[in-house]
């Protein structure tokens, strides 16, 4: 076993193993800290498969943005576990892991591990990344804008959305 | 080298558990979490297919999934604080319209 697949089987484990905890976690920040580390093993498996770029790309905007911000809903909605009480059902969420994998196993197996042995083509001295910049502001700029303007609407929305929550605030006090 | 079939095995699994905590949790806030790793099982088979590619396109696609779904994930986050200073709730079961 070479050091690349013992990495790949360690950062698989990590991956699936936090992701059970917050299947069945009772607790909102663990779940949330769970996520973290599930988040942090995928940027690990795309070191491994070539990409160092989309591994940034998802440290910066995954593990520096989104878990931030769902840790701030997570604290700012928090109730004490005792108010609310959800029922137990892990046989259902095992059966339901177990059937959904095994379905996709079948509808993939055919294209996914037939799959034709292939060769990575070899990359430039500066590695993927300027090979990225270069193909979004050439092949993909519709694309490029079209994020751009998404994004833009998103941002009016949710400062939209924040202002009814200002209103409520006031109104309460 | 790691063949493809390992990393899609990975996907599967994490698709698997991300779609069983959107189905079975009530706390609309592990229903997000659920979406963000069915998200992240689909990353991994882009990239582990965009490997191969010349002209990127898989982790470009990626890249863009990445994009979106921050985006959503403020949206979510901002409705999901909306409707807990209105309903003083998180539970699924217990929102029931957007209205006043």
Known sequence: MTVIQFAFLFFSIQIIGSSLVILFSRNVVHAATALLSTLLGVAALFVIAGSDLLAVVQLVVYAGGVLILLLFGVLYTYRAPETYYEKRNSYISILMVVVISVFLMLLLSDLAFNFPELHRPPTDRFGITKLTGYLWITNNIVVFEGIALFLLVVLVGAGWIASRIIELNKKES | ?100
């Open chain 2, 1 to 100: 080298m790691i063949p493809v079939s390992y990393y899609i095995t990975v996907s599967i699994l994490l698709f698997g558990i991300g779609s069983a905590i959107v189905l079975t949790r009530r706390n609309i806030l592990y229903v997000l979490m659920g979406i963000e790793l069915i998200f992240n099982a689909a990353n991994i088979n882009l990239v582990a297919f965009g490997q191969y590619d010349k002209y990127l396109n898989g982790q470009l696609f990626a890249m863009l999934i990445i994009t979106v779904a921050a985006a959503e994930s403020v949206v979510a986050l901002s409705i999901i604080i909306l409707l807990f200073k209105k309903l003083n709730s998180v539970n699924l079961t217990e929102i029931k319209n957007l209205k006043e």
